[in-house]
């Protein structure tokens, strides 16, 4: 793959981290035809939520700086 290509998936990865880190509960209402009931997420589950952005935003950390060394080399 290129660095070009490396540096986009690295863009789509902090996005998404970012939007998991500040909007935990955003995604998760396609879940809501699983509960016969309105209920709010669990506090463990929006933890859970937030530290997998936190993974996504090191995963796109990484494409980036391989992204980058790829386009510079």
Do not use: C
């Not at 789509?12 to 509960?35: C, E, Q």
Request: avoid cysteine.
């Amino acid at each position: 793959m290129s660095g070009f290509t490396f540096i986009l998936f690295a863009v789509v990865f902090l996005i998404r981290g970012l939007l998991r880190i500040r909007k935990p509960t955003w995604g998760s209402f396609y879940k809501s035809w699983k509960v016969n009931h309105e209920a709010e997420p669990s506090s463990d589950y929006i933890q859970y939520i937030k530290s997998s952005g936190l993974l996504w935003i090191v995963l796109g950390a990484l494409f980036l700086v391989l992204g980058i060394l790829l386009m510079t080399l």
